[in-house]
């Protein structure tokens, strides 16, 4: 049902994560991007009201539950930067948090929750035009190897390092 992942689930140590099936995002690589020499990313920052608001992060969010993670990071990716998606080439997935179970203590909340990751090209290489929704301060391509220089949101920069190397050795 469209819009039914909308809602908390567990996480340990009595926190919470935004999404009833699990969230996705788009880790969405420009390999050659206009007036650069290294592969870019697209990334998102958060509005002030959103959770973990001011940080920089991928396009994404909560899966529903008729939803792979491929199919809710590309919703989400439309929704937040307008991309089109005939213009994103998936190549893989990389579950980067979780999944956390459900908590006996709180039956309020769903559990088996997970992020995943959604590893895309552009198509032919080059940026594209996007623009960001009321859940974003603003949208920017920011080089592979920077992307630590941005104040990112905690989970994404404990998956950077990892993502880095799974799309260095994708584009080999």
């Known amino acids: 049902?469209?819009?039914?992942?909308?809602?908390?689930?567990?996480?340990?140590?009595?926190?919470?994560?935004?999404?009833?099936?699990?969230?996705?995002?788009?880790?969405?690589?420009?390999?050659?991007?206009?007036g650069g020499d290294e592969p870019e990313v697209l990334l998102q920052h958060r509005a002030?009201?959103?959770?973990?608001?001011?940080?920089?992060?991928?396009?994404?969010?909560?899966?529903?539950?008729?939803?792979?993670?491929?199919?809710?990071?590309?919703?989400?990716?439309?929704?937040?930067?307008?991309?089109?998606p005939a213009a994103v080439e998936v190549l893989d997935t990389?579950?980067?948090?979780?999944?956390?179970?459900?908590?006996?203590?709180?039956?309020?909340?769903?559990?088996?929750?997970?992020?995943?990751?959604?590893?895309a090209l552009t198509v032919g290489g080059d940026r594209l035009l996007v623009t960001h929704n009321d859940e974003a301060l603003e949208l920017a391509w920011v080089p592979l190897s920077q992307l630590e220089t941005r104040n990112l949101l905690p989970a994404f920069a404990a998956a950077v390092p990892v993502l880095r190397e799974r799309v260095l050795g994708l584009l080999r």
């Open 94 to 119: 990389q579950v980067t948090a979780g999944p956390f179970a459900a908590d006996p203590e709180r039956p309020e909340l769903c559990g088996d929750w997970s992020y995943t990751c959604v590893l």
């Open 48 to 84: 002030p009201w959103t959770a973990s608001g001011g940080t920089w992060a991928l396009p994404g969010g909560a899966r529903d539950s008729h939803e792979t993670p491929v199919d809710a990071a590309l919703r989400e990716a439309v929704e937040e930067t307008a991309v089109d």
């Open 1 to 34: 049902m469209i819009g039914d992942g909308n809602g908390w689930s567990a996480a340990p140590r009595g926190a919470k994560v935004w999404g009833r099936f699990g969230a996705a995002g788009l880790f969405l690589v420009a390999q050659r991007p206009t």
